[in-house]
């Protein structure tokens, strides 16, 4: 057999299958077949396979173009287009989590941040806690993402509430309840509301709480956390 055949049934069929781990990494922690991180291992190689399909690939191509052996340039190609999409993506989702701190808990309040409650019983088996990590957590988040700060309205507290709510159901936030909640600081009683979204794919869950409380000399601000 021919080597540019060889090459170019190798790249495809090596692309092919490390597509297909790619996506049932995914989906497979989602419907429970195995933990997160044995997806994101599926996955780890699944990119592998997309490189190495990529390589091969290519070498394909060269060598059945030199043959003008245009046939054999098709399966090569899949191959190495394939190849580069299942490695690439990956890649450039880890590229991006390397610019940012390694912390799972983000707050517009780092002073007094809002304390999860009705979530918790979802979150029985999670290896992440879900209390906020302090100072040092906030400081790294301070640095990453400074724009993020808790929003002032013009309006009273429960209209405040309902706004933040709306908000966030309209951006496919489903809402888990809502109550009146305790707080270190001033105001004492805050309303809160549980939102959460689940990621496609790993089917992760996030869970965000919105706290709103009064500020300002007659308390005539609703500040929306």
């Not at 297909?20 to 396979?49: D, E, K, P």
């Not at 009683?189 to 000399?217: D, E, H, N, Q």
Request: hydrophobic share 45%.
């Amino acid at each position: 057999m021919k080597i540019t055949v060889v090459l170019s049934r190798a790249a495809c069929i090596l692309a092919l299958i490390s597509a297909v781990i790619a996506i049932l990494a995914g989906f497979g922690s989602r419907a429970g077949w195995w933990h997160f991180r044995t997806g994101f291992q599926l996955l780890t190689w699944a990119a592998y396979g997309g490189l190495g399909s990529a390589i091969i690939g290519f070498i394909g191509c060269l060598a059945a173009l030199l043959r003008a052996q245009w046939r054999g340039a098709v399966p090569a190609l899949i191959g190495l287009v394939i190849g580069v999409l299942v490695f690439g993506i990956p890649w450039q989702m880890k590229q991006i989590a390397q610019q940012v701190p390694p912390i799972h808990d983000i707050t517009t309040d780092t002073e007094d941040p809002p304390r999860f409650a009705a979530v918790l019983p979802l979150r029985k088996d999670a290896t992440n806690p879900t209390d906020y990590g302090g100072p040092e957590v906030a400081a790294q988040q301070h640095a990453a993402y400074p724009a993020i700060q808790p929003l002032t309205l013009p309006i009273s507290r429960e209209p405040a509430f309902t706004k933040a709510l709306q908000a966030a159901e309209a951006m496919g936030w489903g809402s888990l309840g809502r109550t009146q909640r305790k707080g270190r600081l001033k105001p004492p009683i805050r309303p809160s509301g549980l939102v959460s979204r689940t990621i496609l794919s790993f089917g992760s869950k996030l869970g965000a709480m919105v706290v709103v409380s009064t500020y300002g000399p007659y308390h005539g601000l609703g500040k929306a956390t």
